[in-house]
T-cell receptor, first 116, second 113 residues
Framework: GAVVSQHPSRVICKSGTSVKIECRSLDFQATTMFWYRQFPKQSLMLMATSNEGSKATYEQGVEKDKFLINHASLTLSTLTVTSAHPEDSSFYIC????????????FGPGTRLLVL | AQSVSQHNHHVILSEAASLELGCNYSYGGTVNLFWYVQYPGQHLQLLLKYFSGDPLVKGIKGFEAEFIKSKFSFNLRKPSVQWSDTAEYFCAVINTGGFKTIFGAGTRLFVKA
């Protein structure tokens, strides 16, 4: 099956610093990548959808200047949490789809971010 | 607003018991439906999906789900659960017009050996 990796798996940073999370589709070309945030004991919350080579579409309430998404190639998308604060601590999960929406998503293992 | 509701947040069953997890969605248009599973310490993976055709869908590990359009439901079933089915199960819906995925809150299943 399709494999999606995320790096790093865990990151601890100081408040005010920026953190970059990478999401890679290892064995298929991901036309669309999704970024989710998962709070403890809650479901996944879609943050943004990115298509290769174009700007990401952010969900309502998600600050695009704070959560920078780049989808520069068909196998890589990055999420940068800028000027991170403790309330940004969460579990961030990416997924990738080979077609423009509507298809099965393949999920990465997630990145746990802790902002001190 | 579109939503997906999973009726049970926690389910505890003994091995060999039958399982049914409810999922209802609120979108009235054409949808694709999914069940994803997250085993302890692992990432989300697809259990089964429905796009069109036979509304009774067979997935991996003996799971199946039935799409009942009139009830906006896509319940997950397994006739006899095993200890290894202990996991969190998420129902997800994508409306084929907007391609936005909405997940249910998840159901944590614990199967007693």
């Amino acid at each position: 099956g399709a494999v999606v990796s995320q790096h790093p798996s865990r990151v601890i940073c100081k408040s005010g610093t920026s953190v970059k999370i990478e999401c890679r589709s290892l064995d298929f070309q991901a036309t669309t990548m999704f970024w989710y945030r998962q709070f403890p004991k809650q479901s996944l919350m879609l943050m943004a959808t990115s298509n290769e080579g174009s700007k990401a579409t952010y969900e309502q309430g998600v600050e695009k200047d704070k959560f920078l998404i780049n989808h520069a190639s068909l196998t890589l998308s990055t999420l940068t949490v800028t000027s991170a604060h403790p309330e940004d601590s969460s579990f961030y999960i990416c997924s990738a789809s080979g077609l423009a929406g509507g298809e099965t998503q393949y999920f990465g293992p997630g990145t746990r971010l802790l902002v001190l | 607003a579109q939503s997906v509701s999973q009726h049970n947040h926690h389910v505890i069953l003994s091995e060999a018991a039958s399982l049914e997890l409810g999922c209802n969605y609120s979108y009235g248009g054409t949808v694709n439906l999914f069940w994803y599973v997250q085993y302890p310490g692992q990432h989300l993976q697809l259990l089964l999906k429905y796009f069109s055709g036979d509304p009774l869908v067979k997935g991996i590990k003996g799971f199946e789900a039935e799409f009942i359009k009139s009830k906006f439901s896509f319940n997950l079933r397994k006739p006899s659960v095993q200890w290894s089915d202990t996991a969190e199960y998420f129902c997800a819906v994508i409306n084929t017009g907007g391609f936005k995925t909405i997940f249910g809150a998840g159901t944590r299943l614990f199967v007693k050996a």
